[in-house]
């Protein structure tokens, strides 16, 4: 099922009522038995994970996004790109994060990448989420080869500078990237004070891996939660991470 041009609208949608999302991130470069994906998703989306996420740094290809693609095609859910460069850009995804590393020291990250991707994009109609990626904490591999200059876990004022001015340029969602695998995801607090001084929409990840820990960063703030190892080393604790985020409803 296409969602292309449709993927906003059902984010915000669920936002609206009251949801916290959850999405699966799926690197292709950790898929080593592709003959397993389908069970492993069809469990994320039986449970209710609410779009797959597909991107990585390191040894991806397009071939191989394709293939994910395909196996991913019967679920109703949007598959969004999470692009690591601009090689990974297929019209057999609904969605991409146009993402700008905001924290980038390198201006490829920041406006480089985005200018090559653009004409490509427009070909393929793939819908585009507006998103500022800032990372924080150590911030893994995307941090070293985004050249990022890291925002420290604890300084909320910086956070919030950066979130402020993806606002006022126009962006929709601000990603508080902590890096995939890291020790620590990003701090509640900063979550909380993020949600409070800007009208962005909150994705988070990096380092959640239980659901006490989803529950938090969730009732601080975040509209949407990603888990990306956690899928990959224990899927039955990503299911219980699900589980745990689809119970929580936002009154505001
Ligand atoms: C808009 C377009 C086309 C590109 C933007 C390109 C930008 C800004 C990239 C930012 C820097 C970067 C390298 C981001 C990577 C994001 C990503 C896919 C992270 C997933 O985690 P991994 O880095 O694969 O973690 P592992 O080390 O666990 O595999
Ligand atoms: O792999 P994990 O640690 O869940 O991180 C997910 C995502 O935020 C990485 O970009
Ligand atoms: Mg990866």
């Not at 601009?86 to 985005?114: C, H, P, R, W």
């Not at 819908?127 to 150590?138: C, V």
């Not at 969730?218 to 939660?225: M, Q, S, Y």
Request: no cysteine; hydrophobic share 40%; aromatic share 6%.
């Amino acid at each position: 099922m296409k969602l292309k041009g449709k993927v906003k609208n059902y984010i915000q949608r669920l936002i609206e009522e009251g949801s916290v999302l959850h999405f699966s991130l799926l690197d292709p470069d950790k898929i080593s038995d592709i003959s397993k994906l389908y069970d492993i998703t069809k469990s994320l989306y039986n449970y209710g994970t609410n779009a797959f996420l597909i991107g990585g740094t390191l040894g991806i290809s397009l071939d191989k996004l394709n293939k994910i693609l395909e196996i991913l095609d019967d679920f109703d859910i949007p598959k969004i790109i999470f692009p690591s460069n601009i090689n990974l850009i297929t019209e057999k995804a609904d969605a991409i994060l146009f993402m700008s590393l905001l924290n980038s020291d390198d201006i490829y990250y920041v406006m480089g990448a985005q200018v090559a991707a653009a004409p490509i994009i427009k070909k393929t109609e793939v819908e585009t989420l507006s998103t500022g990626y800032l990372i924080i904490g150590n911030g893994g591999t995307a941090a070293h080869i985004g050249r990022a200059r890291v925002i420290p876990y604890d300084n909320i004022d910086l956070a919030v500078a950066y979130s402020l001015a993806a606002e006022y340029m126009g962006m929709n969602f601000i990603y508080l990237e902590a890096g995939s695998g890291a020790l620590e995801p990003v701090k509640p607090e900063m979550i909380r004070t993020v949600r409070k001084t800007t009208s962005l929409k909150i994705i988070t990840g990096g380092g959640i891996r239980t659901p006490e820990k989803a529950t938090e960063i969730a009732t601080a703030g975040a509209n949407i939660i990603v888990t990306g190892n956690i899928i990959e080393s224990d899927l039955t604790k990503a299911l219980k991470i699900i589980e745990s985020i689809k119970k929580i409803k936002i009154s505001e």
